[in-house]
Nanobody
Framework: QVHLVESGGGLVQPGGSLRLSCAASTSLFSIDVMGWYRQAPGEQRELVAQFQRWGSTQYADTVKGRFIVSKDNAKNTVYLQMNSLKPEDTAVYYC?????????WGQGTQVTVSS
């Protein structure tokens, strides 16, 4: 089992930046897929960005060039750097991990982009 704890959400103005963190309870080397999803009110949860243990990284088209997913293996932590934020990025952001075939979610962190 993997526990995921997110932090770093908040309120930011359009054009601003935020960095989300997701701390995992196990080594990232043992997690097959890890990344970020988001869910806006009334919408389905959607993939934002993720990387596979074997090196591949994916981004949603809506965030390419603005968001960067990275990791610190020593801290078992994955980050989502969000730049040039737009009001449509407003959502609850969830950390996600696939570990031994099971999918795990964090509790979510709210990101609100508004002036």
């Amino acid at each position: 089992q993997v526990h995921l704890v997110e932090s770093g959400g908040g309120l930011v103005q359009p054009g601003g930046s935020l960095r989300l963190s997701c701390a995992a309870s196990t080594s990232l080397f043992s997690i097959d897929v890890m990344g970020w999803y988001r869910q806006a009110p009334g919408e389905q949860r959607e993939l934002v960005a993720q990387f596979q243990r074997w090196g591949s990284t994916q981004y949603a088209d809506t965030v390419k060039g603005r968001f960067i997913v990275s990791k610190d293996n020593a801290k078992n932590t994955v980050y989502l750097q969000m730049n040039s934020l737009k009001p449509e990025d407003t959502a609850v952001y969830y950390c996600n991990a696939v570990y031994y075939g099971q999918t795990y979610w964090g509790q979510g962190t709210q990101v609100t982009v508004s002036s």
